[in-house]
């Protein structure tokens, strides 16, 4: 019986000492018993006078109880009954098997996504109708090849890359260049994997986004405002503003 705990060895020798005396003084009930007789059910009363009986009579010398050995002793570490016991372990209560919902942070692609992209988009025709209502923007004469305008001006979201013709050859500021922006805006998906949707999460791809967007906004604010006859620097708070929407 070496793989019992002492304390469960100790616990089932109070448990045999303690039903030996019960069952000699069953004859003789005191007032104690009587009173504790009172608070403990009829039925385990009933379990335990069983039980004491069973070990008084396995004490007897030849007399043979179920499940206790044929040789009129009980083993060491028997519980009531002559009934052998051994721990197998010790599990906190609870269940086995985890049933909490994992919550998932996603959600349908319709309604929640084509629902707030539907709305946008009649905000911003509802926007660009307002706009176009209260504000002219009528169509120049004809362009004469005689009389070229000075300066002369893209549009402002191509000023960018006219900026960039006056500072690297052709072939660098309108192929090389946006063509190299082009390909790292089609690879930011790939290079950033991160899933996290708060902008400290991803700094790498968040600070990449705004030098681009930053370097494209300088170029169009000085192509716009600081370029004046023949495309030369100027500063606009002396020579003027030469930009039309």
């Not at 007399?63 to 009531?80: D, F, K, Q, R």
Request: a neutral charge; one cysteine or more; glycine letters at 8%.
């Amino acid at each position: 019986m070496a793989g019992i705990p002492e304390h469960l060895l100790k616990r089932a020798q109070e448990a045999r000492e303690k039903a030996a005396a019960e069952a000699v003084g069953a004859s003789a009930p005191t007032a104690a018993s009587s009173d504790a007789g009172s608070r403990i059910p009829a039925d385990l009363l009933e379990r335990s006078k069983a039980a004491s009986g069973a070990v008084a009579l396995a004490e007897k010398p030849g007399a043979v109880v179920a499940g206790a050995p044929t040789n009129g002793s009980i083993p060491y570490g028997a519980g009531p009954g002559g009934h052998t016991q051994r721990l197998l372990t010790v599990v906190k209560s609870g269940s086995i098997q985890d049933v909490k919902a994992v919550p998932v942070d996603k959600v349908h692609t319709w309604p929640h996504l084509l629902g707030i992209e539907f709305v946008a988009s009649l905000a911003c025709t509802a926007f660009v109708f307002m706009f176009s209502w209260f504000v002219n923007a009528p169509l120049l004469q004809a362009a004469n090849f005689n009389r070229t305008p000075n300066p002369s001006k893209a549009p402002w979201y191509f000023l960018g890359l006219q900026e960039l013709l006056t500072m690297f050859h052709p072939m660098i500021a309108g192929v090389t260049i946006p063509g190299m922006g082009i390909i790292a805006l089609m690879f930011a998906p790939y290079l950033d994997r991160n899933e996290s949707n708060r902008p400290e999460d991803r700094k790498f791809m968040t600070s990449l986004m705004t030098v681009h967007l930053m370097f494209w906004a300088v170029l169009v604010i000085i192509g716009s405002f600081f370029r004046g006859p023949g495309f030369n620097f100027v500063f606009p708070w002396r020579e003027g503003i030469f930009f039309e929407l």
